[in-house]
């Protein structure tokens, strides 16, 4: 019989892919930090009004509610690009100024994408509907990042300053409906369940691998580790 390689200093190997955004879903090595969301806020219904919402529920119902995130970007320098990252427990579909730009599913994995082909020069509204399957009150977390062609940036994280509804109600994803009605959010620096969120960028595996090696001498034995 065999054994394996059993001491480290004996293992050679190193761990290989291809650094490249060929899937959906997949970014280029330049983009991963973008992906961090530590520091950032979770935001959801504010407690009181989810409470009272599920009095005497003997189990987990699935639950939507919808928020809205204005900004304005300033017109002073070229823009690069407009990045917009979000996670979300469970799901959510973010629209930028009623277009649908992106899908997010579990909180373990942030989803990133340039919405610069939706904003327009006066007020922008990210309007997202938030989805959770477990009971808990459906949270989401992520920012806006402007990124200017000189290097500089601004930033609109998803904060206290949204507003949130448990109405899906006509024009909610346009900038001109009135949101003043709708409460604000609650914002809390960790998911209901306690643990940050850690999601990051993840890079697609090497499908086809070829290694060309020469031998000098008969060989007795080939073993592949």
């Not at 330049?30 to 599920?54: A, M, S, T």
């Not at 995130?69 to 973010?94: N, Y």
């Not at 990210?126 to 290097?151: C, K, M, N």
Request: charged content about 20%; overall charge negative.
């Amino acid at each position: 019989w065999t054994m394996g390689i059993m001491a480290s200093e004996h293992w050679k190997a190193k761990w290989i892919g291809l650094d490249d955004l060929e899937f959906t879903g997949y970014g280029p090595l330049e983009d991963v930090p973008l992906r961090n969301l530590d520091g950032l806020p979770w935001v959801r219904l504010p407690w009181r009004l989810w409470g009272d919402n599920h009095k005497g529920e003997t189990q987990a119902q699935p639950q939507a509610v919808y928020m809205r995130l204005s900004f304005s970007i300033p017109e002073t320098k070229p823009i690069r690009r407009i990045m917009a990252v979000a996670s979300a427990d469970d799901s959510a579909r973010l629209f930028v100024n009623g277009q649908l730009a992106m899908e997010a599913y579990r909180w373990e994995m942030a989803s990133l994408v340039d919405i610069y082909r939706w904003i327009r020069s006066s007020e922008n509204i990210i309007a997202a509907e938030v989805v959770q399957l477990d009971g808990y009150s459906p949270s989401l977390i992520g920012r806006v990042l402007v990124e200017f062609q000189d290097g500089s940036q601004i930033e609109y994280p998803f904060d206290h300053s949204c507003r949130v509804s448990l109405q899906n109600e006509p024009g909610w994803l346009m900038p001109a409906f009135n949101d003043s009605h709708w409460t604000q959010v609650e914002s809390e620096p960790h998911p209901l369940w306690g643990s940050p969120c850690k999601a990051g960028g993840i890079l697609p595996p090497a499908r086809f691998l070829r290694k060309i090696f020469h031998l000098t001498k008969p060989v007795r034995q080939a073993i592949l580790y």
